[in-house]
């Protein structure tokens, strides 16, 4: 996945090549920012109401996105945020998380107008045509400088969907070879039988597909795919047993199971920028601040099983078709990142998942629909019907809708779960 996504010769992300777009109708596919700017609105409101509850930020704040795309949400965001006088003024730096070089100039036309870039000792940075505030390109969270004096509030938009997943499958206990030494020349190896007494996970792996008599000369057909390793891998002996929610599964032969490694660490680094690490006096926050919200696709407390995926022209092919222009995703495993987040730091608590249906409507979508609808003009139908669809797209629930399998999740500040936040059952706190 990040060798197709990432890769700087090619990668689906970091090469553009002419004519081509992964967002948006003419794209792959179109994300949530796309179909409505009342989704990005919204976050926007989700984090001025956050800052509010914890009190006026005495700390400096820190917007951070991973993942900003076109910068579509984040525009929206600041163009909202930017309408709270008190609350903007305490926004001391935007950083956005970005590998792409082409995304990282379409972000910065956007979010900083005519403002050159320049180079940075660790990335790039320009200036906010909204808040007047520096805006700064990293390709890695852990580039973003950290401290117990800052307040970041974090956004995650199908992110944590792209990034590389293993997938592993339980097997009964059988006779398998394996590959040992003969003692009297340590360069030779002979295969002796060996027998696993006990059930064990086995990595899927990527291994080229057979050739088929019938496809051979498809340029569709793909040429990898997935197959069970015959022996245990390292990431097979260490992943699965990283968690209870894994090991309950390992007796039930056939299990599959997916795990995001990398997804685990971002949801950690999270936690203790959030929180603190509560190891020491120096890597302690003495209070908790910030938040971050992650809204994407997966199940709501479920271990994702099968669900690697390919997606060209708002279609779903298979992720091995067409390597660097199909876009790859798999589904997040929310339990696992709010497990992850609670593990790394005692200083938040996690909120979510709830369906973005839920999350939206909570924080007033249907309204500001109203409100936008009320100031166009009679003659103005299209317009109207393209807000209308806008949202009701977002919240659906019907079938495969939007507003059902994509969900929303928090981290923020531990207060011992007596205030939820708003969007997750909480309210506004003045």
């Given at each position: 996945?990040r060798?197709?996504?990432?890769?700087?010769?090619?990668?689906?992300?970091?090469?553009?090549?002419?004519g081509?777009?992964?967002?948006?109708?003419?794209?792959?596919?179109?994300?949530?920012?796309?179909?409505?700017?009342?989704?990005?609105?919204?976050?926007?409101?989700?984090?001025?109401?956050?800052?509010?509850?914890?009190?006026?930020?005495s700390?400096?704040?820190?917007?951070?996105?991973?993942?900003?795309?076109?910068?579509?949400?984040?525009?929206?965001?600041?163009?909202?945020?930017?309408?709270?006088?008190?609350?903007?003024?305490?926004i001391?730096?935007?950083?956005?998380?970005?590998?792409?070089?082409?995304?990282?100039?379409?972000?910065?036309?956007?979010?900083?107008?005519?403002?050159?870039?320049?180079?940075?000792?660790?990335?790039?940075q320009?200036?906010?045509?909204?808040?007047?505030?520096p805006?700064?390109?990293?390709?890695?969270?852990?580039?973003?400088?950290?401290?117990?004096?800052?307040?970041p509030?974090?956004?995650?938009?199908?992110?944590?969907?792209?990034?590389p997943?293993?997938?592993?499958?339980?097997?009964?206990?059988?006779?398998?070879?394996?590959?040992?030494?003969?003692?009297?020349?340590?360069?030779?190896?002979a295969?002796?039988?060996?027998?696993?007494?006990t059930?064990?996970?086995?990595?899927?792996?990527?291994?080229?597909?057979?050739?088929?008599?019938?496809?051979?000369?498809?340029?569709?057909?793909?040429?990898?795919?997935?197959?069970?390793?015959?022996?245990?891998?390292?990431?097979?002996?260490?992943?699965?047993?990283?968690?209870?929610?894994?090991?309950?599964?390992?007796?039930?032969?056939?299990?599959?199971?997916?795990?995001?490694?990398?997804?685990?660490?971002?949801?950690?680094?999270?936690?203790?920028?959030?929180?603190?690490?509560?190891?020491?006096?120096?890597?302690?926050?003495p209070?908790?601040?910030?938040?971050?919200?992650i809204?994407?696709y997966?199940p709501?407390?479920?271990v994702?099983?099968?669900?690697?995926?390919?997606?060209?022209a708002?279609?779903?092919?298979?992720?091995?078709?067409?390597?660097?222009?199909?876009?790859?995703?798999?589904?997040v495993?929310?339990?696992?990142?709010?497990?992850?987040?609670?593990?790394?730091?005692?200083?938040?608590?996690?909120?979510?998942?709830?369906?973005?249906?839920?999350?939206?409507?909570?924080?007033?979508?249907?309204?500001?629909?109203?409100?936008?609808?009320?100031?166009?003009?009679?003659?103005?139908?299209?317009?109207?019907?393209?807000?209308?669809?806008?949202?009701?797209?977002l919240?659906?629930?019907?079938?495969?809708?939007m507003?059902?399998?994509y969900?929303a999740?928090?981290?923020?500040?531990?207060?011992?779960?007596?205030?939820?936040?708003?969007?997750?059952?909480?309210?506004?706190?003045?």
């Amino acid at each position: 996945m990040r060798q197709c996504l990432t890769s700087p010769d090619g990668g689906y992300y970091t090469s553009k090549p002419e004519g081509r777009d992964q967002f948006g109708q003419r794209g792959d596919f179109i994300t949530s920012p796309e179909i409505s700017q009342m989704f990005g609105e919204l976050v926007g409101v989700w984090i001025v109401a956050e800052m509010m509850a914890q009190g006026r930020p005495s700390k400096r704040v820190e917007l951070i996105e991973v993942g900003p795309g076109r910068g579509s949400l984040m525009d929206d965001m600041l163009r909202t945020i930017h309408r709270f006088k008190a609350l903007a003024s305490t926004i001391g730096a935007i950083y956005l998380i970005e590998s792409s070089p082409s995304l990282r100039e379409a972000q910065r036309r956007l979010l900083c107008g005519d403002a050159p870039m320049t180079e940075t000792g660790n990335g790039f940075q320009s200036t906010s045509k909204h808040l007047n505030v520096p805006v700064f390109w990293c390709e890695d969270i852990r580039f973003v400088p950290s401290g117990t004096g800052k307040a970041p509030y974090i956004i995650a938009h199908e992110f944590f969907d792209a990034l590389p997943i293993h997938a592993f499958q339980s097997v009964a206990p059988s006779q398998t070879e394996s590959s040992t030494p003969i003692p009297s020349s340590p360069i030779v190896s002979a295969k002796v039988p060996r027998v696993a007494s006990t059930v064990q996970w086995r990595e899927l792996l990527v291994s080229p597909a057979p050739p088929s008599p019938i496809e051979r000369f498809s340029e569709s057909t793909p040429e990898f795919q997935l197959s069970l390793s015959k022996a245990s891998t390292p990431n097979s002996l260490v992943l699965p047993e990283i968690s209870q929610r894994y090991k309950a599964l390992k007796a039930q032969v056939s299990s599959t199971i997916e795990i995001c490694p990398e997804g685990h660490s971002y949801a950690e680094e999270f936690s203790r920028r959030i929180g603190g690490t509560g190891e020491g006096p120096t890597s302690s926050k003495p209070e908790p601040s910030g938040a971050a919200l992650i809204l994407d696709y997966g199940p709501a407390d479920t271990v994702p099983i099968n669900s690697l995926r390919g997606i060209r022209a708002h279609d779903t092919v298979s992720p091995f078709s067409s390597p660097g222009l199909v876009d790859i995703s798999a589904d997040v495993d929310f339990a696992a990142l709010a497990e992850a987040a609670l593990k790394a730091s005692p200083g938040v608590e996690v909120h979510g998942p709830v369906e973005q249906g839920f999350f939206l409507q909570s924080m007033g979508i249907e309204e500001r629909a109203k409100q936008l609808t009320s100031s166009l003009n009679a003659d103005e139908t299209e317009k109207r019907e393209r807000l209308d669809s806008g949202w009701r797209r977002l919240v659906e629930r019907g079938g495969g809708g939007m507003g059902k399998i994509y969900k929303a999740m928090a981290i923020v500040p531990n207060r011992g779960g007596v205030r939820k936040p708003v969007g997750f059952g909480g309210g506004v706190a003045i």
